[in-house]
């Protein structure tokens, strides 16, 4: 079945040290996403790619940096996570046409910060 | 910014007794979405609405969108247990990013059995 894949599920790392999330999916889709969800919170977009053009959002910290290398992949980097960069994290892709561009969501990491 | 609000924060129910949370955006959208998020799960996309004054059904799921494009509801007839979860409204600004969503805060919905 044609999916987004997230990797790892669940992620532990120390204060200041830098971690990287992943993401791939198999439905050939234009663009990818990256949230972040806190609990009982609504998913806050980070930055999407559309194919190889990334789109940051302005209240995205500068520690939050992403990398799509390929169509099938995206990665999440941040480079000195902090307490409050716990959360689950989201990631998401749509064919990015405008009849057709519902989200599909990977089951999600959930980052903790020790 | 544009903003959507979501209206209520919470909502419990009796099994059995009906539902509705109500969308608000601050700008005119192009289309809305629903998605649903089971707890501990991912958001699932439900329906879009594209067309003034749109009514779609999807079973026990009757959703909504405003003649102005501004606004957007969901209202499930004769709650399930299944129905527990976060359903989240989220909108394509009217001019803006085909592609890039504004989500609510979600409703969060229980049901007593």
């Known amino acids: 079945d044609a999916m987004v894949i997230q990797n790892p599920r669940y992620q532990v790392t120390q204060f200041g040290k830098p971690v990287t999330l992943s993401c791939s999916q198999t439905?050939?889709?234009?663009?990818m996403y990256w949230y972040q969800q806190k609990s009982s919170q609504a998913p806050k977009l980070l930055f999407h790619?559309?194919?190889?053009?990334?789109?940051n959002e302005a209240d995205t910290p500068d520690n939050f940096q992403s990398r799509r290398p390929n169509t099938s992949f995206c990665f999440l980097d941040i480079r000195s996570p902090g307490l409050g960069d716990a959360a689950m994290y989201l990631c998401?892709?749509?064919?990015?046409?405008?009849?057709?561009?519902?989200?599909?969501f990977g089951p999600g990491t959930r980052l903790t910060v020790l | 910014g544009q903003q959507v609000m979501q209206i209520p924060q919470y909502q419990h129910v009796q099994e059995g007794e009906d539902f509705t949370t109500y969308c608000n955006s601050s700008?005119?959208?192009?289309?809305i979405q629903w998605y649903k998020q089971r707890p501990g799960g991912h958001p699932v996309f439900l329906i879009q609405?594209?067309?003034?004054?749109e009514v779609k059904k999807q079973k026990r799921l009757t959703f909504q969108f405003g003649e102005a494009k501004k606004n957007s509801s969901l209202h499930i007839t004769a709650t399930q247990t299944t129905d527990v979860g976060t359903y989240f409204c989220?909108?394509?600004?009217?001019?803006?990013?085909?592609?890039?969503?504004?989500f609510g805060k979600g409703t969060l919905l229980t049901v007593n059995p």
């Open positions: 790619y559309y194919d190889k053009d990334f789109n």
């Open positions: 700008t005119t959208l192009s289309n």
């Open positions: 609405l594209v067309k003034s004054g």
């Open positions: 989220a909108g394509i600004r009217s001019g803006g990013s085909n592609y890039k969503l504004t």
């Open positions: 998401a892709t749509s064919r990015g046409v405008v009849s057709y561009n519902e989200q599909f």
């Open positions: 439905l050939n889709h234009n663009v």
